[in-house]
């Protein structure tokens, strides 16, 4: 029987960070400061991250439940990489992600545009997104 597949769609966060680009892509993509922001609300952590930043290069990171009850790697591989500016990659399921940095005076605009997945709605996936991304906006700007 034909099973119809749920089509993906674009979907697009951002945040406005109190900071200059150059320390935001540094938040953004160096291990040390993903694993103190990279997930959606406190009963989340990032107990580990790698990343390569470079096309071909790998990115990595582990989402857990601070209570051990799931977890799951987050995996991509970069497509395009211009430092300070934007980068693109392809989530190991092929779904495709750009992030970019744009000065905006003293702040930095972060915008997020990803390609949804079939089995949460795109407004959950949204507000997860975004989620993140205030988190990080918030680990930027605190220190």
């Known amino acids: 029987m034909y099973q119809e597949t749920k089509k993906s ?20 993509t160096e291990p040390r400061h993903i694993i103190q922001w990279n997930f959606a609300s406190p009963d989340w952590h990032c107990p580990r991250a790698r990343n390569e930043v470079c096309v071909g290069g790998r990115f ?5 439940a601070r209570d051990g009850s799931f977890g799951f790697d987050y995996e991509a ?5 211009q430092p300070e500016e934007f980068l693109s990659y392809a989530l190991t399921d092929g779904r495709q992600v750009r992030v970019s940095f744009e000065e905006a005076g003293d702040q930095t605009r972060v915008s997020i545009s ?7 709605s795109a407004a959950m996936q949204r507000d997860g997104w975004q ?8 680990q930027v700007e605190a220190s």
């Open 131 to 138: 989620a993140i991304l205030n988190n990080f906006k918030k």
């Open 77 to 81: 591989i970069y497509e395009e990489v």
């Open 114 to 120: 990803f390609d949804s997945e079939p089995n949460n």
């Open 9 to 28: 769609e674009k979907i697009t966060v951002v945040a406005v960070i109190a900071a200059g680009r150059k320390k935001v892509w540094q938040y953004y």
């Open 60 to 64: 990595y990171a582990r989402m857990e």
